[in-house]
């Protein structure tokens, strides 16, 4: 099972991040921590007139935490705030195993993550960069 | 040679399973799960209270055991042995106790860094309730605590030291006894943390001269929820109780109460007699199997895994390099692949690992390193596990995408 977890899409986001990296740029920044094993990351993200236009992350994490969090940002940058709303409850509907097909192809390669349902030790790594966008859009809005 | 897997039900329910965690906790052995299903089945009631057969059988189950870890750690009195849920409320007890007695405002805390946080937050607690000051002492780069170090940061205000007999990610064993010494000279009292020692060494307190010494059943193949607080006679008689209830009395009015004798006035509520059975037991299984017999055989293992470890460049062991400072706890990271996909890895291979700070942030903050994969010897382990665990320890990298 794991072996299938760690699959090409999650491999290559870990190894070669696009978005870790500093955003001097952001309009607003979040730090999300997972308790269990001390990892923190830091979202960044630009928004104008209710557009991310640009987006990065930093701190240290596992693959699970570090490619999720990439996988994201793809997803996200040039959406809107809302439509960035409405992925991250998708994403959450699909990290407890309550998705429909359908669903899951709006996702794009964050369903690379789909089998972590099936993890629930890694669950708080695969939404750490989720959670803390969560938390920052809604102290924006 | 020990060759006691078959003794242990959980191999039998996951076949194939290689089991490195026992740092964490231990599997039990049949012997164990009998001795505490028997006594449920034809000695359980409350001890102490009830004047029938069955109460006087359950307090005599009860009280035996205590004798038992009195013989097992070497106390004077089994007044000296009180039974706790596990290491961390013992060092609870103990620090609740003391801050409300001895602690006082301008003392000094001396606690090693590599503590684990139940032998740390309790102090840090501690002194910032009394207004007492924190300090830490550190290893060198092998992790050894020297006599020197400890002689250089005990001054006259150190009312304690708080240190692991051996810690839960050096695996290194302290010099306790020198540090005791130390101690009673400078007039510190020394607490040790025996919660990592007791399943792999030979634990005596009279030897070791400590004042205070915890650990938990449950890493020593007994079942969870019972540990074990020692603490030398005349400084737990002048200690305040810990918890209020049922079983710590002596006699209580509407204003006031008077205590139990010792060791049931740190004793509150009804106690966990199946618990007690099941770590008399486990003690008993591993005398049989012999003390010196575990130590050699996990340290043969642990050295078997170590050197090949020690070959591969990409992998780096915390604290000593050396083979037989590790006492069956070897704790490493894997270069460029966080130890919470390593263990996934392992997991996936029917390897149980650990990943994470292991409850010693500060140590990891110390060390400059965010966590660490850790793999730990019980006496079931055989040279199969350690094969296993190194053919998928080499493959890991390569899973993760590098040196393709």
């Not at chain 1, 998708?90 to 794009?108: A, H, P, R, Y």
């Not at chain 2, 005398?287 to 043969?300: F, H, K, V, W």
């Amino acid at each position: 099972m794991t072996d299938n977890f760690y699959n090409e899409v999650l491999i290559d986001h870990n190894l070669h991040p696009m978005h870790l990296h500093e955003l001097p740029q952001a309009s607003c920044s979040s730090s999300g921590l997972n308790p269990t094993c001390g990892d923190s990351l830091t979202l960044h993200l630009n928004i104008e007139n209710g557009v991310i236009t640009d987006g990065s992350f930093t701190g240290v994490g596992c693959a699970v935490s570090q490619a999720s969090a990439d996988i994201m940002l793809d997803l996200i940058i040039g959406r809107t705030v809302d439509e960035a709303r409405h992925l991250n409850e998708l994403f959450s509907k699909m990290i407890s195993g309550e998705m429909t097909d359908q669903e899951l192809e709006e996702l794009e390669e964050a369903g690379a993550l789909q089998s972590v349902a099936r993890m629930p030790a890694r669950v708080k790594c695969a939404s750490l960069g989720w959670r803390t966008l969560g938390k920052l859009l809604d102290s924006e809005t | 040679m020990i060759d006691c897997k078959a003794d242990f039900p959980v191999f039998g329910a996951h076949k194939g399973l290689v089991y490195l965690d026992s740092s964490a906790t231990a599997q039990k052995p049949a012997q164990v799960l009998e001795a505490v299903q028997r006594y449920y089945q034809s000695e359980n009631a409350n001890p102490f209270r009830g004047l029938y057969g069955l109460s006087a059988a359950a307090t005599e189950a009860y009280e035996n055991a205590r004798e038992k870890v009195r013989a097992f750690i070497g106390a004077a009195s089994v007044q000296e042995v009180i039974f706790t849920r596990n290491a961390t409320e013992s060092l609870n007890l103990l620090c609740y106790s003391l801050s409300r007695s001895v602690i006082r405002e301008g003392d000094e805390l001396l606690a090693a860094v590599s503590e684990h946080h139940s032998n740390l937050l309790p102090w840090q607690t501690a002194a910032k309730e009394r207004g007492a000051r924190l300090c830490f002492l550190e290893p060198d780069s092998q992790g050894e605590y020297t006599l020197e170090a400890l002689k250089a940061a005990l001054t006259p205000r150190t009312r304690l030291f708080a240190i692991a007999q051996v810690s839960n990610i050096f695996g290194r064993e302290n010099n306790i006894r020198a540090f005791a010494e130390l101690c009673r000279q400078n007039g510190t009292l020394i607490v040790c943390d025996a919660a990592q020692s007791i399943p792999h060494l030979p634990v005596n307190v009279n030897d070791l001269g400590v004042d205070f010494l915890a650990f938990s059943g449950h890493k020593m193949y007994a079942p969870m929820g019972i540990g074990v607080l020692y603490g030398r006679r005349e400084l737990l008689e002048k200690m305040p109780p810990f918890l209020y209830g049922g079983e710590m009395i002596e006699y209580v009015t509407r204003e006031d109460a008077s205590f139990a004798e010792l060791p049931h006035k740190f004793e509150a509520g009804t106690v966990n007699v199946g618990g007690a059975v099941g770590l008399a037991a486990a003690i008993g299984y591993m005398e049989q199997l012999g003390l010196e017999a575990i130590a050699e055989r996990e340290n043969a293992l642990t050295k078997l895994a170590f050197e090949e470890m020690s070959c591969l460049p990409y992998i780096h062991i915390i604290g000593s390099g050396r083979a037989e400072d590790h006492h069956g706890i070897i704790t490493f990271t894997v270069e460029g692949v966080h130890p919470h996909d390593v263990a996934a890895i392992f997991d996936s291979d029917g390897i149980a690992v650990r990943a994470g700070h292991h409850c010693a942030q500060p140590l990891h903050q110390f060390l400059g390193v965010q966590s660490s994969t850790r793999m730990s010897l019980g006496l079931y382990n055989d040279e199969q596990d350690i094969e296993r665990f190194l053919q998928t320890l080499k493959t890991i990298r390569r899973r993760m995408g590098y040196d393709r």
